[in-house]
Structures are given as C-alpha cells and as structure tokens.
C-alpha cells in the first residue's frame, strides 16, 4: 500500500473548509483559556464591542448559540 502525498501547504491553505473549522478551534481554545483565567473577553454584538464575564464565556460556547463568543451577530 503507498503512501497517499501529504497536501501542500497551499493546499490546506485553499481549503476554506479546513481553514474555517481551524480558526473556530483555536478561537474556542483561547476564550476557554481566558476564562479558565478568570478574564473577561470582548466580542462584537450587533455592532457594539461588549465584555462577556468567564461564566457568559462558558456559557455562550455550552449552548453553542449562532453568535457564540469569539464571532459576529452580524455576518
């Protein structure tokens, strides 16, 4: 059995789908990292810059709400 090439760099790079879930896991892993430290992030909420709390932070990324912490309620 051969070995299948791994992709390129540009590749990975080109793959939207790959890219956007990366992001998502590395933005999920620094807000529970803030929180785990006992700070509050800011995010944007229709508009306007608001601070979550740590438990808004758990909260919001618990309920996986569709403007969860880290993204926009506006696309």
Same mark, same amino acid.
Do not use: H
């Given at each position: 059995?051969?070995?299948?090439?791994?992709?390129?760099?540009?590749?990975?790079?080109?793959?939207?789908?790959?890219?956007?879930?990366?992001?998502?896991?590395?933005? $999920?892993? #620094?807000?529970? =990292?803030?929180?785990? %430290? +006992?700070? /509050?992030?800011?995010?944007?909420?229709?508009?306007?810059?608001?601070?979550?709390?740590?438990?808004?932070?758990?909260? $919001?990324? #618990?309920?996986? =709400?569709?403007?969860? %912490? +880290?993204? /926009?309620?506006?696309?």
């Amino acid at each position: 059995m051969a070995d299948d090439p791994k992709p390129t760099i540009s590749e990975l790079v080109a793959d939207s789908e790959l890219m956007t879930a990366a992001i998502r896991r590395g933005v $999920r892993e #620094e807000l529970l =990292a803030q929180a785990r %430290a +006992g700070n /509050s992030v800011p995010i944007a909420d229709n508009g306007q810059i608001v601070w979550l709390s740590p438990a808004e932070v758990y909260e $919001r990324l #618990e309920r996986g =709400a569709s403007s969860s %912490a +880290g993204e /926009s309620s506006q696309s």
